[in-house]
């Protein structure tokens, strides 16, 4: 570990590193997939920051849905599902009806926190009278690669769970789409110069809400790896603010899907290192320092800038035909 050596920590053990890349995979998932969603988004002209409020709904849809039908596939759909109904609300309401964007994800973070809540009470409630103890989902399935998953160190990544896998998949899928397709183009010229993009022919509002679904559809399978993927359950605010991280690394990675991985990498091993020590019992002040480093990073990106410079041209903006 080069940066616990150059920190001063003694290098970890062979089992700590494998915990290490394990705990680093399970923070990065949820957030890799949240963030790259909210990259299509932005690059489509659009700021949705209910990224938590629709990771959030997912949680709980994925489990109820998958509590209710012993199906994890059925709770996949079903958070998934969620959120990118939620999703479509808030296009229609910005792209269609003109609300100012971060007033609606505001209103959409607030609204997935009081639903989530009311309705985990309810469905405790009828737990209860049935005489059970929580709300228990079931658990999406690890797929284990021969050969692969039994390498020292990095066998953990090839002994991961499915969202795990599409997860890292989406990273190259993302940026081809982007930048190697006909789509992508105009997708980021929607984002960039939409009345030039609907000259050539584009409908800009339904190529924005296009992504805005699936952007938020996105953002709910990370829910749903924080509920039936990682656990089995839900609590109420799970997300801790994971949704808000994923939108400072659409910022960080500057709009460019390797970008955000590469952010996405920082955060996880940083605090995945700070966990780890802590959980084996080192308890030293340094992990403060581990804990910060991905954040003084990210603010350092903001303010030298380098690469990319703005956000796309048309973002947050509203858009009225012509």
């Known amino acids: 570990m080069m940066v616990a050596w150059w920190m001063g920590f003694p290098a970890l053990p062979d089992a700590w590193q494998a915990t290490l890349l394990s705990a680093a995979v399970a923070f990065a998932v949820p957030i890799l997939l949240a963030a790259l969603g909210e990259c299509l988004v932005e690059r489509a002209g659009v700021i949705n920051i209910g990224v938590e409020g629709l990771m959030l709904a997912a949680t709980l849809a994925a489990v109820a849905g998958s509590n209710a039908t012993h199906s994890p596939w059925v709770g996949l ?6 959120a990118a109904v939620l999703g479509a609300g808030f296009g229609w309401v910005t792209l269609y009806r003109g609300a100012d964007q971060v007033v609606a994800g ?5 609204l997935a926190v009081g639903l989530t809540g009311a309705s985990y009470f309810s469905l405790t409630q009828a737990l209860a009278a049935r005489g059970l103890n929580r ?13 692969l998953a039994d390498l020292p160190l990095v066998g953990p990544l090839f002994n991961a769970n499915v969202l795990s896998y599409l997860a ?5 899928a993302t940026w081809f789409f982007l930048f190697r397709t006909r789509a992508g183009l105009q997708l980021r010229a929607v984002g960039e110069y939409p009345a030039a993009a609907e000259a050539t022919g584009a409908n800009v509002l339904l190529v924005r809400l296009v992504a805005v679904v699936t952007g938020a ?13 990682h656990v089995v359950t839900f609590a109420e605010n799970m997300t801790a603010g994971k949704g808000f991280i994923a939108l400072a690394l659409v910022i960080f990675g500057r709009w460019n899907p390797w970008g955000v991985a590469g952010g996405t990498l920082v955060f996880s091993v940083a605090i995945g290192a700070a966990t780890v020590m802590s959980t084996q019992g080192r308890g030293r002040p340094e992990e403060v320092v581990l804990l910060a480093l991905p954040y003084i990073a990210t603010l350092a990106a903001l303010i030298f800038r380098p690469g990319r410079t703005t956000a796309p041209a048309a973002l947050a903006k509203p858009y009225v035909r012509s």
Request: with cysteine.
């Open 217 to 229: 559809a996105l953002a709910g399978l990370a829910g749903v790896f924080l509920s039936i993927g």
């Open 106 to 110: 505001t209103a959409l973070n607030l």
């Open 168 to 172: 890292f998949a989406l990273i190259p």
């Open 135 to 147: 709300l228990e989902g079931a658990k999406l399935p690890d797929w284990r690669i021969p050969g």
């Open 77 to 82: 759909l079903c958070g998934a599902g969620a």
